[in-house]
């Protein structure tokens, strides 16, 4: 009978001990499934951010893509005004 009490108490406090631990790392992993979900807002607002940079640059890369298109064109009118002063003999020194 004295050996059934001190089996039972050691099995009673191993599930104390047992217990403890569960909830310990059960609030560890809360804890660390709270820092995920803030880590995974920070994300989503970062992703979010890099879109609205993404279609600015895209508009960006559009604009430089027709200012460079007029400057050719500009480019090609003075081309065409240098040849044309060219052909005449007091323009030349």
Not at 70 to 83: E, G, P, R, W, Y
Request: charged content about 25%.
């Amino acid at each position: 009978m004295r050996r059934d009490i001190i089996l039972g108490t050691a099995l009673l406090v191993a599930g104390y001990l047992i217990l403890t631990r569960v909830d310990r790392t059960i609030a560890c992993i809360a804890m660390a499934n709270a820092e995920l979900v803030k880590a995974n807002a920070q994300l989503t607002v970062a992703n979010n951010h890099f879109e609205e940079l993404h279609v600015k640059l895209e508009h960006t890369s559009r604009k430089l893509d027709e200012t460079n298109a007029n400057l050719a064109l500009t480019n090609d009118k003075f081309v065409a005004i240098d040849q044309m002063f060219q052909k005449f003999p007091w323009w030349k020194r």
